[in-house]
């Protein structure tokens, strides 16, 4: 399985961005797709996450300006960054793993098996 991320870039704040996740080779029935971000000396955070019947979730601090969606016939998840902040300066991941029937998407980064290289996004103030 491979997940690659791209996208990323540099943009004034107030600019957008839309990120791509381009999976092969994923087998789970029932999973999980999302986003984490990490800045230097800081954990990797939960930023939007997608389980396999479309059902999103968007961390509260970021909703009405990020969202998740897919392409199922391109398996690609995108995430779609609006009114971006400096603080949105991250490496963005796309991440993926197995999920529990009837569950809904883990918060936690340890949860996900799979992840991409990472796709850098700057917001410059």
């Known amino acids: 399985a491979q997940l690659v991320e791209s996208g990323g870039g540099s943009v004034q704040a107030g600019g957008s961005l839309r990120l791509s996740c381009a999976a092969s080779g994923y087998t789970y029935s029932h999973y999980c797709m999302g986003w984490f971000r990490q800045t230097p000396g800081k954990e990797r955070e939960e930023v939007a996450t997608?389980?396999?019947?479309?059902?999103?979730t968007i961390v509260s601090s970021l909703k009405g300006r990020f969202a998740i969606s897919r392409d199922i016939a391109k398996n690609t998840l995108y995430l779609q960054m609006n009114r971006l902040k400096p603080e949105d300066t991250a490496m963005y991941y796309c991440a993926a793993g197995p999920r529990s029937v009837g569950a809904a998407c883990n918060s936690i980064p340890g949860a996900y098996n799979i992840w991409g290289q990472g796709t850098q996004v700057t917001v410059s103030s």
């Open positions: 997608m389980t396999d019947l479309g059902m999103p």
